[in-house]
């Protein structure tokens, strides 16, 4: 289990843009897959980007490709969820999640199914003019 902790979330417009950032204590998060999770009122959990190891590989859901980006600082131990363009879809409770150190799954694999081994707390983020 991995120790993560969100913060950044808040009130937007339309439009505007917010910076998520999911950081970890004791441990490297270079050795982790990590993934940028969201859940509406009412709705499942849905997995909106993810990000491999060293490799860089991403994954982005299709109603965010194109305004979010997901993105390793190794030298703040952070991964960032830059969201730009938002909408009022994207409200919710957003969630930073790990899966590693070991063998991980594909970067889809991980947001699509949900393969994660630890969860953050969550931070909100609500969409509205």
């Known amino acids: 289990q991995v120790h993560l902790v969100e913060s950044g979330g808040g009130e937007v417009e339309p439009g505007g843009s917010l910076r998520l950032s999911c950081t970890a204590s004791?441990?490297?998060?270079?050795?982790?897959?990590i993934g940028w999770f969201r859940q509406a009122p009412g709705k499942k959990r849905e997995g909106v980007s993810c990000?491999?190891?060293?490799?860089?590989?991403?994954y982005y859901a299709d109603s965010v490709k194109g305004r979010f980006t997901i993105s390793r600082d190794n030298a703040k131990n952070t991964v960032v969820l830059q969201m730009n363009s938002v909408q009022r879809e994207d409200t919710g409770t957003y969630y930073c999640?790990?899966?590693?150190?070991?063998?991980?799954?594909?970067?889809?694999?991980?947001?699509?199914?949900?393969?994660?081994?630890?969860w953050g707390q969550g931070t909100q983020v609500a969409v509205s003019s």
């Open positions: 004791g441990v490297s998060l270079d050795d982790y897959a």
């Open positions: 990000i491999s190891r060293s490799e860089g590989n991403t």
């Open positions: 999640a790990a899966e590693g150190p070991g063998i991980v799954p594909t970067v889809q694999t991980m947001c699509v199914g949900r393969l994660v081994g630890s």
